[in-house]
Every structure is written in C-alpha cells, then in structure tokens.
C-alpha cells in the first residue's frame, strides 16, 4: 500500500518563525489530508487537499499539493507554543477511503 | 456531540487473555476503523467499516476481529493477547469529505 513519508522528521524552532515540513507519496491519490497530534492525544484533522488543487489555506495553514512530483508540504506561519505537536500527511487513493498514514513529523515550538 | 468515544483508555494484559476495545460514534458516520501507532511506524490500519454489517481487513489484522452491528459501534477484539500487540489504539470515524475523526486512543500493554 502506498504510504506517505514527512521530511524533515524533527523541526525545533522559535515561536514567531516558519515551520514548513513536505510529504512524499508513490502511486495516484484522490486527497491528501494532513493532521496534528499532541502528545498523548488522538490524532485531529487539519485540512483535506483534492488531487485537483494545488494550494489550499486554513487560518496560518498553508498546503500545497504537487501531484507531478508526489508530494506536498504543509506550511505553519508565525508558529505559537501550541502547534508544538507531531503532524502526519495522509493519502487517499480511493476505493474504500483506506488512509495510507506517514511516520510523522515531531514539530517542538520554543517560547 | 461526543464524537469518538474509545474505552478503556488504559490496559494491561497478560499474554494469553482477550479483550474487547470499545469504540463509538454519534456522528452518524458509515465509515470507522481501527488504527495501531507504533514509535516510528505512523499508523497502521487494522480493520475498517464502510458500514452496519460490513468489515474488511487493513494492513494489520491478524491477531484482531471486528465486529459493526450498529452504526455507531465498532469493538475491536485481541482474541489471545501477544506482546507484539503492546501499542496505542485509535478508532476514527470518516466525515462526508474523507477527513477522519479519531477517537482519544486505548493504550495497551501485554506482558
């Protein structure tokens, strides 16, 4: 099954700066979904990316898809203590809506 | 709405016993699955549910059944529990857009 893979694996930044972490997938997808997960908690959707799109915003979310290269990165502006989390891309190749989930990604804000 | 509920949160196996992990949905979603997170693996899907009735395996399965007689829920079942199966367990539902809601997760440890 196909799968997603995040890079970089691990993103130690400042509060204030940029955080921006890719995905890279291998076979034809329908969506690709990105999600958050703080620790110890279940994983929370973020923003759902269709095979036709190419960027797509959600308040300091930015996603961007490019289905020639397989892959998209998820851009996190003026980053908060808060966004300090793990975040998974995930892809949807269709049939069953079965999601093929990536490693993770460890994103650490510091205050 | 509560969303994805999942019962226990905790548990602690001895090899050998069985148990039933608790999962349900007021939601109202047709799709649910179970999901596996291990240290640097992602998420593995086990079983999943595209509706009352009907169940089909994922990635993982053997060691688990699952069962749908109502929408709303979705046990999962450790037949003969195995240290290999120590791990943290997410039920998700899928929304009308593909973006899954998950469960807070059960944490399971087999001795």
């Known amino acids: 099954s196909q799968q997603g893979e995040e890079d970089p694996q691990a993103l130690s930044i400042q509060e204030g700066e940029n955080a921006t972490m890719n995905c890279s997938y291998k076979?034809?997808?329908?969506?690709l979904q990105w999600y958050r997960q703080n620790s110890g908690r279940g994983l929370v959707h973020l923003i759902l990316i269709r095979s036709n799109e190419r960027e797509k915003h959600s308040g300091r979310l930015r996603v961007t898809l490019d289905t020639s290269k397989k892959s998209s990165s998820l851009l996190i502006t003026a980053s908060r203590a808060a966004d300090t989390a793990s975040y998974f891309c995930a892809t949807d190749a269709g049939g069953n809506n079965r999601l093929a989930f990536g490693k993770g990604n460890q994103v650490v804000v510091i205050p | 709405n509560a969303g994805v509920t999942q019962t226990p949160k905790f548990q602690v196996l001895k090899t050998g016993q069985s148990m039933t992990l608790q999962c349900a949905q007021d939601m109202n979603h047709e799709y649910m699955s179970w999901y596996r997170q291990d240290p640097g693996m992602g998420l593995r899907l086990i079983h999943y549910s595209v509706g009352a009735g009907i169940t089909d395996q994922g990635e993982v399965p053997n060691g688990y059944n699952v069962s749908r007689s109502t929408t709303e829920d979705f046990p999962l079942r450790l037949l003969s529990a195995a240290p290999s199966q120590t791990s943290v367990y997410f039920c998700?539902?899928?929304?009308?857009?593909?973006?899954?809601?998950f469960g807070p997760g059960t944490r399971l440890t087999v001795t």
């Open positions: 998700a539902s899928r929304g009308t857009k593909g973006e899954q809601y």
């Open positions: 076979t034809s997808i329908n969506n």
